[in-house]
């Protein structure tokens, strides 16, 4: 991970059933990046949401097994979400996916060719081109 990525506070863990989780899953989690902490509040500013979360994870799909899931979340968290927060952001991930996300570092990427966020997954073993689908 970079030096520069934002550590994460979980909160609310004791209330979700993530505090009944073993120690071992309990350290699971992602960073973001200072750039993507500032798009994300942008984003949710724009959308006159600024209370509301954003939703990472990941499905089954894609050109290469699995895909990239990031949504606005609006209104509580699931009962077993994690929820981790990046200064005034919040990030929302349900159990599962954080197996897969654990270790990752979600960034803000803008270039002459394309802007948006960007995955740095430490066990991401091949992507598609598309860039959105992995394997693990």
């Known amino acids: 991970m970079t030096a520069a990525a934002t550590r ?10 993530a505090s009944a989780v ?3 899953a309990k350290a699971l989690s992602i960073e973001v990046s200072p750039k993507a902490v500032e798009a ?24 290469s097994g699995f895909s990239y899931v990031i949504e606005f979340h609006d209104g509580e968290p699931r009962t077993r979400d994690r929820v981790f927060q990046f200064d005034d952001v919040r990030v929302v991930i349900d159990p599962k996916s954080l197996i897969y996300l654990n270790g990752s570092l979600l960034d803000w990427e803008q270039t002459l060719m394309r802007q948006g966020f960007k995955f740095v997954n430490p ?8 860039g959105h689908s992995f394997t693990v």
């Open 8 to 17: 994460p506070k979980e909160v609310g863990s004791e209330s979700h059933a």
């Open 40 to 63: 994300i509040r942008k984003q949710l500013a724009k959308r006159g949401t600024p209370e509301s979360s954003l939703r990472v994870g990941i499905r089954g799909g894609g050109c």
């Open 123 to 130: 066990h991401e073993k091949t992507s598609c081109g598309c």
């Open 22 to 24: 073993d120690p071992i």
